[in-house]
């Protein structure tokens, strides 16, 4: 199994596979920060095609050749686990000849041909919860993955849409997803996403990541997904809510005193 109980698992990279300089940047510093934090077990995340971008004018990244080259780079060169999400099931051979994870946007958690294509491809798959999905629902989720036939499952929260253009994140959630005996990690960084509130574009709340992550780790997340990027404001999609890179070891840290102590 990729997910190790006795670590925290942590997804982390940038919200779109940018070019080699952005993607090199972030696994240098993880690297440094798996070596600093041994309890961590890391995969590397980067999207290869930003398919649900608020406007048609919105960039959506290196496309899936260049993308799986870059992920291919990583996952050789720094010893990653990679991970990308897919967005129609003939993507999901050629994304799980390079990766070790594939993952089901949020918006597509219900597909259920995506998720039988996902579940036969052999690899991991992380699902995240739709947004407008109570946690007792994710049962008939895992169980199409199930009958797909996945190695490893794994549930990621990423809030619940609350009004316009906003998200909450119940805490109930973790224990309820719990139940349904498969990993269960907390996006931390969707989740202070305001969703088209930003002009065309999705806005966020990125200093409301540390206290959501540490509360969802105390209510029994067994994972975290944080996007990060050396100049987030620059970044060309999500950077309102992504994780300043200089910043990601301190916040690991306090996360870790967390789960240690739930642990």
């Known amino acids: 199994m990729l997910h190790d109980r006795e670590k925290l698992l942590l997804i982390a990279g940038p919200c779109s596979l940018e070019g080699e300089e952005t993607c090199r940047s972030v696994a240098d510093t993880l690297s440094r920060v798996r070596e600093a934090l041994p309890e961590l077990n890391v995969v590397f995340k980067g999207s290869y095609d930003k398919a649900n971008r608020t406007s048609l004018a919105g960039d959506r990244g290196s496309g899936m050749e260049t993308g799986l080259k870059l992920l291919e780079m990583v996952r050789r060169e720094y010893g990653f686990p990679v991970l990308t999400d897919v967005h129609e099931s003939p993507q999901v051979a050629p994304v799980a000849a390079v990766c070790d994870v594939i993952q089901i946007p949020a918006f597509l958690c219900r597909q259920t041909d995506l998720l039988l294509a996902a579940g036969a491809s052999g690899r991991v798959v992380n699902v995240k919860k739709g947004q407008f999905l109570a946690p007792e629902d994710m049962r008939y989720v895992v169980e199409k993955l199930e009958a797909g036939g996945a190695p490893e499952i794994w549930?990621?929260?990423?809030?619940?849409?609350?009004?316009?253009?906003?998200?909450?994140?119940?805490?109930?959630?973790?224990p309820l997803l719990n139940?349904?005996?498969?990993?269960?990690?907390?996006?931390?960084t969707h989740s202070v996403q305001?969703?088209?509130?930003?002009?065309?574009?999705?806005?966020?709340?990125?200093?409301?990541?540390?206290?959501?992550?540490?509360?969802?780790?105390?209510?029994?997340?067994?994972?975290?997904?944080?996007?990060?990027?050396?100049?987030?404001?620059?970044?060309?999609?999500?950077?309102?809510?992504?994780?300043?890179?200089?910043?990601?070891?301190?916040?690991?840290?306090?996360?870790?005193?967390?789960?240690?102590?739930?642990?």
């Not at 005996?181 to 931390?188: E, K, Q, S, V």
């Open 155 to 174: 549930q990621t929260e990423r809030g619940t849409t609350f009004g316009y253009r906003n998200l909450v994140v119940d805490m109930r959630a973790f």
């Open 179 to 188: 139940a349904l005996n498969h990993p269960t990690i907390f996006d931390a």
């Open 194 to 263: 305001l969703p088209g509130g930003g002009g065309g574009k999705s806005a966020g709340k990125r200093e409301f990541v540390p206290p959501l992550a540490r509360a969802a780790l105390a209510a029994g997340a067994n994972g975290l997904f944080i996007e990060t990027h050396p100049d987030p404001d620059r970044a060309i999609s999500d950077g309102p809510n992504m994780v300043p890179l200089a910043e990601l070891q301190a916040l690991l840290e306090s996360c870790l005193a967390v789960w240690k102590a739930v642990k």
